[in-house]
């Protein structure tokens, strides 16, 4: 049986809270967290760019692959700055059934 997709966010998450005491020699996570807010920074930004150029191509498993990459950069910077899961699905699950329009308008948007 496949896993669902809140599942594998839930045992990801859990994943990245545990490499805080992790050593950074043996966790691509933990080197992240060494290398400080910067370093994630720095990496988110390069995933979303790497997403752009994909976007603007044809293949689709590489459009997924960096959308991936994104996420998961993400997810690192939440858990590095105490966002928890929870916390992000809280908020996308209080703005369903709003209209994006109506939220954006809220937010002072046009
Ligand atoms: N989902 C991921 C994941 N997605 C992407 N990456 C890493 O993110 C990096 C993406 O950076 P780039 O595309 O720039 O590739 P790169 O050139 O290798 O990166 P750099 O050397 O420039 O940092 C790669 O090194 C990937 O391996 C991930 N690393 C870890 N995870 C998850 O995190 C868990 C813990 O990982 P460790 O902390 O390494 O045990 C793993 O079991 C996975 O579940």
Do not use: C
């Not at 998450?13 to 080197?31: G, H, I, M, N």
């Not at 369903?96 to 809220?106: C, Q, T």
């Amino acid at each position: 049986m496949s896993e669902t997709p809140e599942n594998v966010l839930q045992r990801l998450f859990e994943t990245l809270e545990s490499r805080k005491q992790a050593d950074p020699s043996s966790s691509y996570v933990a080197r992240l967290y060494d290398g400080g807010i910067d370093l994630i920074l720095k990496k988110l930004g390069e995933e979303a760019a790497e997403t752009l150029i994909a976007a603007k191509n044809p293949d689709r498993a590489a459009l997924t692959y960096e959308l991936a990459d994104l996420w998961f950069h993400s997810l690192v910077l939440a858990a590095q700055t105490g966002i928890s899961l929870n916390d992000i699905t809280k908020e996308l699950a209080r703005r369903m059934g709003r209209s994006g329009l109506d939220e954006k308008a809220a937010r002072g948007g046009q």
